[in-house]
């Protein structure tokens, strides 16, 4: 029988975290291993329990969960952090993005929960529909231009950088530039290296944001 993930939950709201854990427990994919009220919870708890994924919401007292995430994956580039939130504030998508956190999902979209938490521990990055919406304004008012050439960014390494930042897989783009998948995570390692990034997910909101 496969291993549970588990699954450590951080909100003030007592009423919301029973209903997480409700929600969690009907699913025997996860296990919820604790819950917190607050970052320095987060940060303390994480460190505790080691889980797969961090469900944590992101205005609470005494700690923000963007400050505790960005103290957690300070500590653990891999960890897997996924925001639940009733605010959409533009300030926080943009800072949760930079971070590199997993996804940022609206309370609203709670349906939907079991299936971004397995889509986050997959590698993938998953956003509420509201905040999907806002992602081409925020990048177009952060966009910066770059000089990729003073990084060293080869045009071959820049065409890769594009496809990724339009969601294509390692498959899809081995197909697309003809080479084989090997090549492609060769390349992708060097260009994280070479722009100082942690994963695909970041280099994609790199380039929306400097683009040429």
């Keep these: 029988m496969e291993e549970k993930k588990k699954v ?3 909100d003030d709201d007592d009423l919301i975290t029973m209903s997480l854990e409700l929600i969690l427990s ?3 994919e996860f296990e919820v291993v604790g819950k917190g009220r607050c970052g320095a919870d987060a940060v303390c708890m994480y460190e505790e329990h080691s889980p797969d994924i961090l469900l944590s ?3 609470m007292p005494d700690m923000s969960g963007l400050d505790a995430a960005e103290k957690i994956l300070s500590r653990d580039p891999k ?3 996924l ?3 009733t605010f959409s504030d533009d300030e926080y998508i943009v800072k949760a993005l930079q971070l590199g956190v997993k996804g940022y999902l609206l309370k609203q979209d709670y349906r939907s929960l079991t299936q971004s938490l397995r889509a986050a521990l997959n590698g993938q990055s998953v956003f509420g529909g509201a905040v999907v919406d806002r992602l081409p304004v925020l990048m177009r008012e952060e966009r910066n231009p770059f000089d990729y050439r003073s990084r060293g960014i080869t045009d071959r390494e820049y065409a890769l950088i594009q496809l990724v930042s339009e969601g294509d897989s390692n498959r899809e783009i081995a197909d697309r530039l003809f080479l084989s998948e090997g090549t492609v ?3 992708l390692s060097q260009i994280l290296e070479k722009l100082n990034l942690r994963d695909r997910t970041q280099l994609a909101i790199f380039y929306l944001k400097h683009g040429r």
């Design 185 to 187: 995570r060769n390349y």
């Design 26 to 28: 009907a699913d025997p």
């Design 83 to 85: 925001f639940l939130t």
């Design 8 to 10: 450590l939950i951080i």
């Design 57 to 59: 919401d992101i205005r």
């Design 79 to 81: 960890a897997v952090i």
